[in-house]
């Protein structure tokens, strides 16, 4: 059987690669942080097939010692300090976990024995962020990054010294460059999943309005469960390489508004909005829309589910986690 090791394995993308990974043969190890992580409930009932190991993104020895217990084929760096917005109040945190966690994991294989023989597979998880204040539209794997975020900026060290870690040692190092995916898993603090949750509570009578910040933004929002799969496709190819993974749709905040309230059938949503300064970043990604046409020829990936079919799934499923959480 084959073995796979991932980091951020408490996350929307770890839980969603675990599932797809397992389901393919995998045996699966997830890197745990912390002494009493309290996600380990969930991974334990819904993922007992993950074999947990300690570690942290920012401790080397840590990572040496998961990956000579996991001996993968295939490692997945999903683990990060994923919020954009906590990355301008943690600056330092977010380069050191986001950005230098990716190097430490690179020189953990190569420890371990990432070269030769023994080729582990390397998946760094980039994203649009890199891109910013956008120099083309739509973006490619050639759009010039220009970060607008402490986030943005340690994932383009994390993207630039994987692609140099695979130029210098041979490395078999692939970096997706992911725009927006959401689902079901997402956490509550990205705006997609706040504003879900939020239309169920309104539609169940448990809250009044939700409160947000910039509503001009435009994202290019895909599904979750289908961009597992393109990180899964590049470790299987005959070369390493980098790829765009988007729907090539771009949508605003507002039009999400519109689809998420009309699925619990209120057809005018400015009444139960808000907006408050503090939600507003130093900083904005005013448009995001991804190029991936070359994920497409070359991996033979295509999204499933659409934007509408993503905000319809999303808000079922915040209706049915309010509903039975709040008639027991
Ligand atoms: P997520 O739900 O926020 O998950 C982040 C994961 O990182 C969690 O499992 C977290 O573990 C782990 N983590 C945080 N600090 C760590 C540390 N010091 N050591 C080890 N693990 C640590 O993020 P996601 O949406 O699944 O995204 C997965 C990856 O893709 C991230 O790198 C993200 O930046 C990137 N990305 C995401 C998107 C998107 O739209 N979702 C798009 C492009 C790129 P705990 O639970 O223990 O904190
Ligand atoms: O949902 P968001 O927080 O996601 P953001 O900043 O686009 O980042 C996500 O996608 C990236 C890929 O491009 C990932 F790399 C990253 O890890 C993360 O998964 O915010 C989306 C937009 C922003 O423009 C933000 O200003 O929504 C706007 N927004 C407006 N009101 C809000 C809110 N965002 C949040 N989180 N909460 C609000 O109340």
């Known amino acids: 059987m084959p073995r796979a090791f991932i980091t951020g394995i408490t996350g929307q993308d770890g839980q969603h690669l675990a599932e797809f990974l397992h389901n393919k ?16 409930d969930l991974l334990r009932d819904e993922f007992p097939f993950v074999q947990p190991v300690p570690g942290d993104l920012a401790d080397l020895p840590s990572l040496v010692k998961a990956l000579e217990t996991s001996q993968p084929d295939e490692v997945y760096n999903l683990g990060a ?10 600056a330092e945190l977010t380069a050191n976990i986001t950005g230098l966690g990716v190097l430490r994991l690179l020189e953990a294989i190569r420890m371990v024995g990432g070269t030769s023989n023994n080729k582990i597979r390397f998946y760094q998880a980039s994203s649009s962020e890199m891109f910013g204040k956008v120099r083309e539209t739509p973006q490619n794997e050639m759009t010039p990054f220009h970060p607008r975020s ?25 970096s997706g460059i992911l725009f927006n995916h959401e689902g079901p898993r997402r ?25 947000l910040g910039n509503l001009d933004a435009k994202r290019d929002w895909g599904y979750a469960g289908d961009y597992v799969k393109a990180m ?21 905040i507002e039009e999400l508004l519109a689809l998420a309230f009309a699925e619990v059938g209120i057809d005018d949503w400015h009444p139960y909005v808000k907006q408050d300064p503090k939600y507003f970043r130093p900083a904005e990604v005013d448009l995001l829309i991804g190029d991936s046409t070359k994920a ?14 993503l905000v319809k799934l999303m808000v079922e499923n915040d209706l049915r986690i309010e509903s039975s959480r709040n008639s027991r």
């Not at 045996?27 to 380990?40: E, T």
């Not at 939020?198 to 309005?209: N, T």
């Open 232 to 252: 899964w496709l590049m470790l299987q190819q005959d070369q390493p390489d980098d790829y765009v993974v988007a729907t090539g749709e771009t949508h605003s």
């Open 81 to 90: 300090i994923s919020f954009v917005a906590m990355s301008f109040n943690q």
């Open 25 to 40: 043969g995998y045996d699966v190890f997830g890197l745990v942080k912390g002494q009493n992580n309290p996600r380990m």
């Open 150 to 174: 402490p986030y943005g900026c340690a994932k383009v060290f994390g993207h630039d010294i994987t692609v140099n870690y695979r130029e210098s040692y041979d490395l078999f190092a692939c």
């Open 296 to 309: 497409r020829t070359k991996l033979g990936w295509a999204p499933e589910v659409d934007f509408p079919g």
């Open 187 to 211: 956490g509550l603090e990205f705006v997609t999943r706040k504003i879900t949750n939020a239309v169920a509570r309104i539609k169940l009578g448990l809250q009044d309005s939700v409160t």
